[in-house]
């Protein structure tokens, strides 16, 4: 019997991550922030990621994103557990600090994508989304709006699988008012390789000076929780049994 002697490349990328190795050829991680005709993508590891000694972790701050009536931005943390997870694939965001430096309404974007999730497993899996926010908007209403994506294609922003949209709306005049939200979509298919990607969306449509003094998000793939598969399997059980017994009443009739 031959004796199987390397490592499981998941084990040894784990292991890079805890001695502050990033691999630089699976840095898929990658944050996006577009305000108008201005756009700017970091990836993990990059010269623009203030947490670049660290694997699967993004921060990232810019005091005009977009000019000096842009945006004043601050993510804290953006996370993926592409290189350590096992049974739940997650990408999130820790927190987002935001200003809308203009006296008019924008809208700033902010995506978090990763590929090669090939896991949990098996299929069909569950996509679970929750966001929160914390905003001030003084001079008339704004709206954050998150959304989540898994894409069986394995494409960086990818959207082929959607969940429905978290939508968080502030009333003009709204002074450090936090809302929240989940929502969930099963059946979820991985592709032919059984790989697939993640994205998390935000999309910040800010009236004048607001501000968003907090928000955090999850994008989550799962496999359906034991009882719900306990609960469908005595469903069987049930339909097999009361035909069962009608078969028996027949015979005897």
Request: glycine share 10%.
């Amino acid at each position: 019997m031959r004796l199987r002697t390397s490592l499981p490349w998941r084990t040894i990328l784990a292991g890079m991550v805890l001695l502050g190795i990033v691999p630089s050829a699976d840095a898929a991680f990658k944050l996006r922030l577009t305000a108008g005709s201005t756009s700017v993508t970091i990836t993990d590891g990059d010269s623009n990621d203030l947490d670049k000694t660290k694997a699967g972790s993004i921060r990232y701050s810019n005091s005009t994103f977009g000019g000096n009536e842009g945006f004043d931005i601050a993510v804290t943390v953006g996370t993926s557990n592409r290189l350590t997870g096992t049974t739940i694939a997650r990408i999130s965001l820790g927190s987002l600090e935001l200003a809308n430096l203009s006296s008019s309404a924008q809208t700033l974007t902010l995506e978090l994508t990763d590929t090669d999730f090939d896991f949990p497993t098996p299929p069909p899996l569950i996509v679970f989304s929750s966001a929160s926010s914390t905003v001030t908007t003084p001079n008339g209403p704004s709206t954050v709006t998150f959304q989540s994506f898994a894409d069986a294609g394995n494409a960086e922003f990818g959207t082929s699988f959607d969940v429905d949209p978290i939508v968080m709306k502030y009333a003009a005049s709204e002074y450090s008012v936090s809302k929240s939200g989940n929502q969930s979509r099963g059946q979820f298919f991985p592709g032919d390789d059984a790989i697939y990607s993640l994205t998390s969306r935000f999309t910040l449509d800010l009236a004048g000076l607001a501000n968003v003094n907090s928000t955090g998000s999850k994008t989550e793939v799962a496999t359906p929780e034991p009882p719900t598969l306990t609960m469908a399997g005595t469903g069987m059980l049930l339909l097999g049994g009361g035909y069962w017994r009608r078969r028996r009443l027949k015979s005897r009739v």
